[in-house]
């Protein structure tokens, strides 16, 4: 066997490497056009997009190797946080990995000023709906995020990036 180095051996292949990926991706949003861009920016990708509210949406079972979430959940609260994290947790397979990427609070104190004012915003505005999202920041600490995932089952969560007030989380 003659040995290649290893940017020849890609470079030659580059046109089908990808048939050799088996990497299947579920998207879900609620917003229609944010989906229909990302199917735009990767049609020659098989994925599986929904429109709908992941707090509603049914995944069953162990179906998932990994879940990712990307600056989402800083629209929570930690209720409803709590109950998706624990709906993540029941997707994913026993070996399964959890990655969020968000912006957290720097203390504990502005993590409940941020909740507070939301409060005081929905009062204001006589919104009475719990279930009903509405657009506004209310960012956990890294502490609080870790404590609900404790809560929901995840054995092992850990920091692995941090820039300003974004921070990305692995939990297991």
Do not use: W
Not at 34 to 56: A, P, S, V, W
Not at 123 to 144: A, G, M, R, W
Request: aromatic share 12%; net charge negative.
């Amino acid at each position: 066997m003659k040995l290649e180095k290893m940017d020849d051996f890609f470079s030659s292949r580059v046109s089908i490497y990808e048939r050799h990926m088996t990497t299947q991706v579920t998207g879900i949003d609620l917003t229609a056009k944010m989906l229909e861009q990302l199917e735009n920016k990767h049609k020659e990708r098989k994925l599986t997009l929904i429109c709908g509210n992941y707090l509603d949406t049914e995944f069953g079972c162990k179906q998932f190797d990994a879940a990712v979430a990307f600056e989402t959940m800083h629209h929570l609260s930690h209720l409803k946080k709590l109950k998706l994290y624990q709906r993540i947790h029941d997707v994913l397979c026993d070996k399964g990995v959890y990655v969020e990427c968000d912006y957290m609070a720097e203390t504990k104190e502005q993590e409940d000023f941020f909740f507070a004012e939301f409060e005081k915003l929905k009062n204001e505005q006589h919104i009475v709906s719990k279930d009903e999202l509405y657009h506004y920041d209310t960012p956990c600490t890294f502490t609080s995020q870790s404590e609900l995932l404790t809560k929901a089952g995840f054995t092992k969560r850990q920091q692995v990036f941090k820039h300003g007030c974004t921070i990305m989380l692995v939990a297991n």
